[in-house]
C-alpha cells in the first residue's frame, strides 16, 4: 500500500527559507486531499495547508502568505515551500492524505486524514 516519506528538514536561521518534500511510494488515489500539519513539542498538531483534488489551496492563518503548498505534475511529490521562518516554526512537519469529503471544503482537520508519514524536523533559531 502507498506510504508517505517527508525530507528536508533542516536547522535554519529566522528570516529563512526551505523547502521540505513528500514522497508517495505509490498511487495517491482520486478525489483526495493533501495536507501539512505540524507538532511542536508539548503542542497540538496544527494543520497548517491543503490542496484538495481540485487543486485548491488553503493555508492556516499562521503560516498565510509565508508557506506555500505543492505538488508534481506527475503527482508523486507534495512539497511545502516556507519562507520568512520563525522561531514559532520550530516542530516536525508531516504530510497526510484524506479521503474526507470535508476536506474539499479546506477544512485542515487531523482527524478527517487517515495515512500519515512519520515526519521531518524543522528547527528555526
Known amino acids: 500500500h502507498v506510504q508517505l516519506v517527508e525530507s528536508g528538514g533542516d536547522s535554519v536561521q529566522a528570516g529563512g527559507s526551505l523547502k521540505v518534500s513528500c514522497q508517495f511510494t505509490?498511487?495517491?488515489?482520486?478525489?483526495?486531499?493533501m495536507g501539512w500539519f505540524r507538532q511542536a513539542p508539548n503542542r497540538e498538531r496544527e494543520g497548517i495547508a491543503l490542496m484538495n483534488s481540485e487543486g485548491e489551496t488553503f493555508y492556516a492563518d499562521s503560516v498565510k502568505g509565508r508557506f506555500t503548498i505543492s505538488q508534481d505534475s506527475a503527482k508523486t511529490t507534495l512539497y511545502l515551500q516556507m519562507n520568512a521562518l520563525k522561531p514559532e516554526d520550530t516542530a516536525m512537519y508531516y504530510c497526510?492524505?484524506?479521503?474526507?469529503?470535508?476536506?474539499?471544503?479546506?477544512?485542515?482537520?487531523?482527524?478527517?486524514?487517515?495515512?500519515w508519514g512519520q515526519g521531518t524536523q524543522v528547527t528555526v533559531s
Open positions: 505509490g498511487y495517491i488515489g482520486d478525489n483526495v486531499c
Open positions: 497526510a492524505r484524506s479521503e474526507n469529503p470535508g476536506c474539499l471544503l479546506g477544512i485542515i482537520r487531523a482527524s478527517y486524514f487517515e495515512l
